[in-house]
């Protein structure tokens, strides 16, 4: 469940606002992002070997359906489903054990992230079992620390934002991930700089540019580096 306690003390004010202001700014495009990765379910499948017995079948047939209306952008109708079909919400209750009502969980939690139901967004994703994979689990531990800067708890955020990266590069070749690990280094660095530890985010800025020198977001780190150096 969400830990509605902030380390340190909660973002008030002109600094809260920051915060605000930036993840409204940037909350869709990470979202789209994290989304158009989970619906390349080609991947999925190979993932998690979901045709693993007849219930394992079921649970991913009910998931599918789903999943289309995930990807029309019908958020609440795959949330919950109706008379003809199983929303993820059921998926991941009447299944429970599966990979289909593991994944259930996941596309539960950004489907309240689109309709800006961060609380219940957080409990979903949460609830997600990571596995060992370079793409999936971190792009969905992306979206969770997202959900937890819409919530407040900005130092969670951080965290998970962090995390998020080290799983991209642990599974990458020379353990470098230029697609997801950059994009939530730079995402911690900025709610860092939104709690004035200029410092701390500085850092966070050098070691995108240092590591991730092929990654489309290094391309304007120097100006952030400017910025904190001020």
Do not use: H
Not at 93 to 114: F, I, P, R, S, V
């Amino acid at each position: 469940m969400a830990n509605t306690n902030i380390a340190n003390a909660a973002p008030t004010g002109q600094e809260f606002n920051k915060q605000e202001a930036f993840f409204l700014k940037f909350r869709k495009q990470i979202l789209i992002a994290v989304a158009a990765l989970i619906i390349v379910v080609g991947g999925w499948a190979a993932y998690s070997n979901l045709v693993a017995g007849p219930r394992e079948e079921k649970a991913s047939t009910a998931l599918a359906k789903a999943q289309d209306l995930f990807g029309q952008g019908e958020f609440q109708k795959a949330l919950n489903g109706d008379k003809t079909m199983e929303g993820f919400l059921a998926v991941a209750e009447n299944y429970g054990g599966t990979d289909a009502a593991n994944l259930a969980k996941a596309y539960a939690g950004l489907c309240y992230a689109n309709m800006a139901k961060w609380k219940e967004a957080v409990t979903y994703l949460e609830d997600f079992s990571a596995r060992e994979d370079m793409m999936i689990s971190p792009a969905i531990t992306g979206a969770l620390a997202n959900a937890y800067a819409n919530t407040g708890d900005v130092d969670k955020a951080i965290s998970t934002f962090k995390k998020a990266a080290e799983m991209a590069d642990s599974k990458a070749e020379d353990n470098v991930n230029n697609s997801l690990a950059p994009t939530y280094m730079i995402s911690a660095a900025r709610l860092l700089e939104s709690q004035n530890k200029k410092s701390e985010a500085l850092e966070i800025y050098k070691e995108v540019k240092e590591k991730y020198v092929n990654s489309a977001s290094s391309q304007d780190i120097d100006k952030y580096i400017e910025r904190v150096s001020e």
